[in-house]
């Protein structure tokens, strides 16, 4: 059974980081493109960023662009996305999903709020 | 970027009904090259994470119910779902992965 376990939300201060993470388990993660993709409260889906097999190929919704990092470990089954410099608009639940067209597999989230 | 714009925004439908979603993109997601309409469709109910009824643009996800069909091509696009049932009242998001950043439609809220 394939499973996504997102991990690492919290509460932090804006100007604050995070890193989430993203277990991986009932497939081979390393011969898949994996995406995260946010939803503000009460709000839409929107794609934050991508990264291939093998992570040399990596893109970020312009709003995140140089103040997050997707990264992957295929020897842990894991995807990260580290957070720097979060703005109160970056509150949201932080999906992973599996692929990077479309998404067959997601997890259940982790919420991320950003607030003093 | 493609701008993907959904309607109606919500959609009161009785049981047994059919509901029917429109999606339009600002750019066409029909790739050239092998005649694919890069769009998928999303359901989501409250509590959980999206699920993938729909890819290319008429292809049902895997244990999608052949209630829901898709269709459309290039910028302009419909779900249907027939035959309404209960655990049908959710958010439907149509999404374009033709072109970087990938993109959601506002959603559509179902009820009955």
């Known amino acids: 059974e394939v499973q996504l376990v997102e991990s690492g939300g919290g509460l932090v201060q804006p100007g604050g980081s995070l890193r989430l993470s993203c277990a991986a388990s009932g497939f081979t993660f390393s011969t898949y493109w994996m995406t995260w993709v946010r939803q503000a409260p009460g709000k839409g889906l929107e794609w934050v960023a991508n990264i291939n097999q093998g992570g040399s190929e990596k893109y970020y919704v312009d709003s995140v662009k140089g103040r997050f990092t997707i990264s992957r470990d295929d020897t842990k089954n894991s995807l990260s996305l580290q957070m720097n410099s979060l703005r109160a608009d970056d509150t949201a639940v932080y999906y992973c999903a599996r692929g990077t067209n479309y998404y067959e597999a997601w997890g259940l989230g982790t919420l991320v709020t950003v607030s003093s | 970027d493609i701008v993907m714009t959904q309607s109606p925004d919500s959609l009161a439908v009785s049981l047994g009904e059919r509901a029917t979603i429109n999606c339009k993109s600002s750019q066409s997601v029909l790739s050239s090259s092998d005649k694919k309409n890069y769009l998928g469709w999303y359901q989501q109910k409250p509590g959980q994470p999206p699920k993938l009824l729909m890819s290319?643009?008429?292809t049902r996800g895997s244990g999608v119910p052949d209630r829901f069909s898709g269709s459309g091509s290039g910028t302009d696009f419909t779900l249907t779902i027939s035959n309404l049932q209960a655990e049908d009242v959710a958010v439907y998001y149509c999404?374009?992965?033709?072109?970087?950043?990938?993109?959601f439609g506002q959603g559509t809220k179902m009820e009955i």
């Open positions: 999404h374009q992965y033709y072109h970087i950043p990938r993109t």
């Open positions: 290319w643009a008429s």
